[in-house]
């Protein structure tokens, strides 16, 4: 059975660390790298991350493990950002057994290189 176009998932767990936390955190490069940037309420300043952890349990923060797409075609769901928590939602009908795809955003891709 497909997951239908419009399921939304969420929100997204784990623990919110403000901004100016979480830039100590990457200087000391020590970040887990399954941070979602969280805006205020216009969309313009970050205000901070929403993180599970280094190792996120999968029960947990199954979100977490949701890998980004190699190829824009490939993707199946965008994550959104509302009253301050991430979800996702699905943007096509997934066929069973499909993997989840969503694109993590500009920011990842600039330091992916």
Known sequence: EAIPEGVLFGPYTGKFIPAAEYEEIK???ME???AWEIRDQY???IVGYIDPGMNPDPQLH????INCPTK????NLVGFQLAGQIYYRVIMDIPYGKELLVWYGKTYAEEMG
Request: hydrophobic share 30%.
């Open 72 to 75: 824009t075609q490939e993707q």
């Open 27 to 29: 200087k000391a490069k």
């Open 32 to 34: 887990s790298g399954n």
């Open 43 to 45: 969309n313009i300043k």
């Open 62 to 65: 199954w979100m977490a493990k």
